[in-house]
């Protein structure tokens, strides 16, 4: 005799899409040999690396389906009410590969994995909405992890672009300081100087001082700058210029020698008073000025590196359009500066810039070109050289990387485009990034992408058709 207890499971089970053509008799099995089940909010139920011997139908409340990556628990999708979990790793018989965890209070039937094998076989629907539901859980994992890796494009790069733009911010503010310290000296050298009686050739050193270009500074060699610097500290030693060797490099830098100098005085007489006076005005003027000129260069470098991630993360993905993939690839290598530094690696460019510009989806190849470097870098762990190479191969752009990192193992070279296919340790890779940069160039651009390697030299070459992507035909990026 059923009682109401297995009426409403009967019917709970009618109610899925799971058990919904499954005769009676199934399914009176299925909960003859079940257990109902309570477990609280947050209860973990599956583990990704454990063997599943359930498959489990939610009645009541709603579960969350986990992936593990990098160490951190990424939501893929919601089981609700009428909803089953544990059929496909009990079937293909693999670890769960996935962390199952309640939301809610949650009421389950829990059916015992002998059981849900045998209905498998005797009512052929459940198989069929088991293969349906392995397709469904495949896409929207793969879309979350493909989302995931383009925002890792991004992300893996985050630190050292805050050293990057960090180290020019503060050495703009650390000149800045000086400049200001070194303004504050020529005011008061400007008020001593206003009190003081000219002599006809200092007034003339004066106004030759004055004319002066303090943006320009003259580039020297090593071996001429000292040779100039010990001249000319001999000079104002000689016209009694007090602490005339800490005033010598910026005068050198300014142009100013011993013989300029004698020049502007001519033969007139010069006291050292006045001299001094004048040659530490001028010396401050130059300071403020080089200070000045290291705070344009810091600002100059932070509008780069603003530039970079701007055509970066902004790029168009939708519209392809004609752009020179040398900047871009500069982009990308200006995000990777701190990392590439800090991992010992050199960077050599072999540019072929007769290469046309090409129409792409540039934004969509930002994310390549990211995948592309930061592998080279993991692949050297800690010193080497990346030689990134353009050329033109036909009818085609190639572009190559090439790491003298340890090498693709000959036995996977063949596998490293599969989606989900990585060498890094559980939880470490979603092995999604080659898989999305082959989609990317084969899928979108028609190109070609393809890996030689052997030890200590791998090489990644990218292979771009100079025409026109033809339209949005492959969205599989």
């Known amino acids: ?15 899925t899409e799971l058990f919904q053509a499954c005769p009676t008799a199934d399914l009176d099995k299925v909960i003859a040999g079940s257990t109902d089940e309570h477990v609280n909010a947050g209860e973990l139920l599956v583990d990704d690396q454990e063997m599943v011997e359930f498959v489990w139908v939610v009645l009541e409340g709603k579960l969350q389906l986990l992936k593990r990556v990098e160490g951190t628990e990424v939501p893929v999708d919601q089981i609700h009410v009428g909803d089953s979990i544990g059929e496909i790793p009990l079937i293909s018989r693999t670890t769960a590969g996935f962390i199952v965890r309640s939301i809610t209070p949650a009421r389950l039937l829990k059916i015992p994995g002998s059981i849900f094998l045998e209905t ?44 990057e733009l960090n180290n020019p911010a503060a050495a703009a503010n650390r000149a800045a300081e000086h400049a200001i310290e070194a303004i504050e000296t020529i005011q008061a050298l400007a008020r001593k100087m206003s009190e003081a009686e000219w002599s006809p050739a200092g007034h003339k050193v004066l106004l030759s001082l004055a004319d002066l270009r ?3 500074v003259e580039e020297l060699d090593p071996v001429t700058r000292s040779d100039r610097e010990e001249a000319l500290c001999t000079w104002l030693d ?40 004048q040659m530490q005005w001028v010396e401050r003027l130059a300071s403020a000025a080089q200070l000045m000129g290291e705070v344009r260069q810091s600002m100059t470098r932070i509008t780069e590196l603003v530039r970079a991630v701007k055509a970066y993360s902004h790029a168009d993905h939708l519209t392809p359009r004609t752009d020179d993939v040398h900047t871009a690839i500069d982009n990308t290598l200006t995000m990777f500066g701190h990392k590439l530094r800090a991992a010992k690696i050199d960077v050599v460019r072999v540019f072929d810039r007769t290469v046309p510009p090409i129409a792409t989806y540039g934004g969509e190849l930002h994310q390549v070109w990211t995948n592309l470097i930061d592998n080279a870098i993991a692949a050297m762990d800690g010193t080497g050289t990346l030689t ?83 339209g949005q035909a492959d969205e599989g990026a």
């Open 1 to 15: 005799m059923t009682t109401a207890t297995e009426s409403a499971l009967l019917a709970a089970l009618r109610a």
């Open 120 to 163: 498998v076989r005797s009512c052929a629907s459940v198989a069929q909405t088991v293969l349906r539901t392995i397709g469904e859980r495949l896409r929207k994992y793969q879309r979350m992890l493909q989302q995931r890796e383009r925002m890792a494009g991004l992300g893996t790069i985050s630190a050292g672009l805050a050293h």
């Open 238 to 277: 000689a016209h009694g210029v007090a602490d005339s060797w800490e005033l010598t490099a910026p005068l050198v830098s300014l142009g100013l020698t011993s013989e300029r100098l004698q020049s502007m005085i001519g033969d007139d007489p010069i006291g050292a008073l006045e001299l001094t006076a």
């Open 388 to 470: 990134v190479r353009t050329a033109l191969d036909r009818d085609q752009l190639l572009v190559e990387f090439a790491d003298t990192g340890q090498g693709v193992p000959a036995d996977i070279q063949g596998r490293i485009f599969e989606p989900f296919f990585t060498t890094k340790p559980v939880g470490e890779g979603t092995g999604l990034g080659l898989d999305i940069s082959w989609r990317i160039v084969v899928g979108r651009h028609h190109g070609d992408l393809r890996v030689e390697s052997v030890p200590g030299d791998t090489r990644f070459q990218v292979r771009l058709p100079l025409t026109e992507p033809e």
């Open 214 to 216: 303090l943006d320009r």
